[in-house]
């Protein structure tokens, strides 16, 4: 892939010499492949925003196009954007449940995240409250939460086990294939089962005329009641679990696999509310830098920040010249084949942390960690950070 040696792809690290960090961004067929491994968590959110929230496909395109470019050229490794999930979850539950919190509210969520990211990035607050955080308790939330990937994906899998039984088949034997990326393979694969079992998409497909639609600021229709409601209804819950995932164990995943190109909690802490500023303003929603996106992409292959700006174009393309046609796109990928994706990404994530520590104390906190990851990112950083310092301290017994 790219010159890179199979080894040294299949196992995930850095491949520059000590000291000669390669910050280039590389575009050959292993980043295309890459770029697409985080769809698995991508479209499925967009889709419950658009059809349940009535959010515009377009601003959410563009909005997360822009930023996944920012985020390749800021970080030079295969970092991610992706939906905050718990934000999510609680603006599209409710919307289904015909309890919308509102357009608005989902917006100013954004904001209110992004203010609050950026203020704890830029004082080191962020990069304080992280060095409370083992070793154990990253690697547990890094287990947790591929594990939990693993369980979403196997889930999705179970709607279309016809298709997604030969695509894990398939992804399984020719992971390790020069020639072809695997996530071609499933791509093609996915696309094909949409139009041999959907007779109506050729024909809405055929329909798309390209247009240029501009995004529109939305600053102006946010009121203070949207303001507070997306503040203490969506982007309150979801804190937790960004400082879980997408700071402290997304860091974590990024400078073990890429020790030459690392980060820091302060730096992803700031981006987060950067990119959630822009999003608010232009109508988006709350995004994150997930462990679990990072995953995906270098498990189909990404290595560079080329990856993240691959995706970040093609999303960013469509949201503007596509955006009232994104509905017959996204049904080209249909569930269980996204299931594939995510299942494979929780995979990578989970199998990454093989050091388990030496210690009953380090075990333990790893454990008991990843298993509370699987019910709650927050709870579980609550427990590691209290059960180490315990045993620090001597006042638990082993």
Request: a positive charge.
């Amino acid at each position: 892939m790219d010159g890179v040696p199979e080894r040294a792809e299949a196992e995930g690290v850095a491949t520059s010499p000590p000291g000669a960090p390669d910050r280039k961004l590389r575009f050959g067929r292993s980043e295309w492949a890459g770029a697409f491994g985080d769809l698995g968590t991508l479209i499925p959110f967009v889709v419950a925003y658009v059809e349940l929230a009535g959010l515009g496909a377009g601003a959410l395109f563009v909005t997360f196009g822009a930023a996944m470019i920012f985020a390749g050229f800021a970080y030079r490794t295969p970092f991610p954007v992706q939906p905050m999930k718990a934000a999510g979850a609680i603006a599209i539950t409710n919307a289904a449940a015909g309890v919308t919190l509102g357009a608005a509210a989902i917006h100013a969520a954004a904001l209110a995240t992004g203010m609050v990211w950026l203020l704890l990035g830029v004082t080191g607050t962020a990069q304080r409250v992280a060095r409370l955080i083992a070793r154990p308790i990253a690697l547990g939330l890094i287990v947790g939460l591929g594990i939990g990937f693993m369980l979403e994906g196997a889930r999705s899998m179970s709607d279309g086990p016809w298709l997604a039984i030969p695509a894990l088949a398939l992804a399984i034997v020719f992971s390790d294939s020069r020639r072809v990326p695997v996530m071609f393979a499933l791509l093609a694969l996915g696309i094909a089962w949409s139009l041999a079992t959907d007779a109506s998409l050729p024909g809405r497909l055929d329909d798309i005329r390209p247009s240029l639609h501009w995004p529109t600021v939305v600053l102006g229709g946010i009121g203070v009641d949207a303001f507070v409601a997306g503040f203490v209804f969506i982007a309150l819950p979801q804190l937790p679990l960004t400082l879980g995932n997408a700071v402290v164990a997304v860091t974590a995943e990024n400078n073990r696999l890429f020790p030459d190109r690392p980060t820091s909690e302060g730096k992803v802490a700031t981006t987060t509310g950067l990119v959630n500023l822009f999003s608010g303003a232009l109508g988006g929603v709350p995004m994150c830098h997930g462990a679990g996106g990072m995953a995906g992409h270098v498990r189909f292959g990404a290595r560079t920040g080329g990856a993240p700006v691959i995706l970040g174009v093609v999303l960013l393309v469509l949201g503007l010249f596509a955006s009232t046609s994104i509905a017959p796109l996204l049904a080209l990928f249909p569930r269980p084949l996204l299931g594939v994706i995510l299942f494979l990404a929780g995979l990578q994530l989970a199998m990454g942390a093989r050091d388990l520590g030496h210690g009953r104390l380090d075990r333990l906190v790893m454990f008991g960690t990843a298993g509370l990851a699987l019910w709650n990112v927050g709870a579980a950083f609550v427990f590691g950070v209290v059960v180490h310092e315990l045993g620090r301290r001597g006042l638990l017994r082993l």
